[in-house]
């Protein structure tokens, strides 16, 4: 008879059991950090959004996915919709850096340039997003069941509820897209991206990668040199080689950019009009006068607050989301969650009061949180600053950084705009969602 008791020890399935657990977290590793190099390596490039969020790999992850499926993958709009209604999304926040690298992938799937020229340029299809396009980014709490409606009975150029779903999550996903891309001072440069023979953009999508894409092609592939390198970043998995990594191709590519500007200079009108095409958000806006404005809680004849208990994410808009758009919700609902578990220096309560925060200006109250929090773990400048990236980010251009930002790591501060840019991203797709919900039940 064997007897077996608690206290009982085994050496060696305990060390069985630590090789194993130490084996899937570097497998972990591995995966995330493999992942992260393929999406960041194209030409030998980083895109400059992407090497400030692979500062936290597992979130990166998750957003490169989330990104690739609502701009690349099986949906009801065309390719070129999804990439002008971005540029349209961006424009909104004078986003130079979103409008050019739109505009380039706009015309690398096909897209007609000349409605590169100007909104008024572009099917009236898409220019009836223009309204609902301009009040999620300012003032989402208008979205009304009406602008919905005027979508979806608009006659000939009509929407259809998927085609609306997809476009909505487009729009908000660029819409916080750029609080991030000001707040973490993305260099606004172009990404100047090389032709082929047949004068056509590249055919290599840098989001492939994340949905398991791997065939680069090798005229894109790094250099010898590179690739090396890469080999080791695989057998060691060690996340500061892919930080040097990082940090290499990004002096690599300022050089080549800098060797372009000086070596290619545009002699041929036609070009100028296509770069100017890119570089001016103003041709894709109309009614540059409606921006943000308070969001007063005293004007309710106006507009109701929006209760979290009334409509959340978990209970409404999560499950109409993903029915009316196959999958989007598990991608969408996995960096809510991402964002929220990344280790940080902040406490729990810290993170939550800055979550919170955004939605309070943005018009969502939570019943069950006390809001003198806010007040006594956000010092006045951060409140200020994060009040600015999520509501009106392109006037953070001379904006300060807070002291209690500044002083931090990189990765806090980056960790910070992610919240923000989530928290956003959530509140305006908690208001359309329920616009759309009203519709259908009407």
């Known amino acids: 008879m064997i007897l077996c008791t608690n206290k009982m020890e085994y050496p060696l399935r305990s060390q069985c059991q630590r090789v194993q657990k130490q084996v899937m977290v570097n497998g972990e590793k591995e995966r995330v950090s493999l992942l992260v190099m393929k999406a960041l390596v194209s030409r ?6 992407s090497q400030q969020m692979a500062t936290h790999p597992q979130y990166l992850e998750s957003f490169l996915r ?10 009801p709009l065309p390719l070129p919709y999804r990439h002008y209604i971005a540029i349209m999304a961006a424009a909104r926040h004078h986003c130079d850096y979103l409008v050019y690298l739109h505009s380039a992938q706009f015309l690398r799937v096909g897209g007609d340039h000349l409605w590169l020229q100007s909104l008024e340029a572009a099917p009236p299809r898409l220019r009836l997003l223009d309204h609902i396009n301009k009040v999620l980014a300012h003032q989402p709490w208008l979205t009304a069941c009406s602008h919905i409606q005027t979508l979806l009975k608009a006659g000939e150029q009509c929407w259809s509820l998927a085609e609306l779903v997809q476009a909505v999550v487009i729009l908000a996903h660029c819409h916080s897209l750029c609080s991030f891309v000001f707040g973490c001072d993305v260099n606004p440069d172009f990404v100047l991206f090389s032709k ?3 004068d056509t953009l590249p055919a290599f999508c840098p989001y492939d990668a994340a949905n398991g894409n791997t065939n680069v092609p090798q005229s894109l592939a790094a250099p010898s040199e590179h690739r090396t390198r890469r080999r080791s ?9 892919l930080r040097e990594r990082i940090q290499k191709s990004q002096e690599e590519r300022d ?3 800098e060797h372009f500007l000086q070596t290619h200079q545009q002699t041929d009108m036609e070009e100028e009009e296509e770069m100017i095409c890119f570089a001016d958000p103003s041709r894709f806006i109309t009614d540059p006068d409606f921006c943000y404005q308070e969001f007063s809680r005293r004007e309710e004849d106006r507009f109701q607050v929006l209760r979290i208990q ?6 409404h808009g999560f499950s109409l989301v993903n029915r009316l758009y196959s999958d989007i919700g598990h991608l969408l609902d996995d960096r809510f969650r991402s964002v929220a578990t990344l280790p940080s220096l902040h406490s729990p309560d810290l993170k939550r009061a800055v979550w919170n925060y955004i939605h309070c200006v943005l018009g969502i109250r939570y019943d069950d949180y006390d809001y003198g929090e806010v007040n006594q773990l956000l010092e006045p400048d951060l409140k200020l600053y994060i009040k600015a990236v999520a509501c009106f980010p392109d006037a953070t251009k001379t904006l300060m950084c807070p002291l209690s930002l500044t002083a931090s790591k990189s990765s806090e501060r980056i960790h910070i705009n992610l919240l923000i840019m989530e ?6 797709l908690l208001y359309a969602l329920r616009a759309i919900t009203q519709y259908m039940i009407t």
């Not at 009334?310 to 209970?315: F, G, K």
């Not at 928290?423 to 305006?428: P, S, V």
Request: charged share 30%; aromatic share 10%; hydrophobic share 35%.
């Open 310 to 315: 009334d409509y959340s994410w978990e209970d």
């Open 423 to 428: 928290a956003r991203l959530q509140a305006e």
């Open 66 to 75: 989330t990104q690739h499926y609502i701009l690349h993958m099986d949906g």
């Open 44 to 49: 030998g490039s980083v895109d400059a959004v």
């Open 255 to 257: 050089k080549r950019e």
């Open 233 to 241: 970043l695989e057998s060691s998995c060690e996340m500061v080689f």
């Open 196 to 198: 082929s023979p047949n």
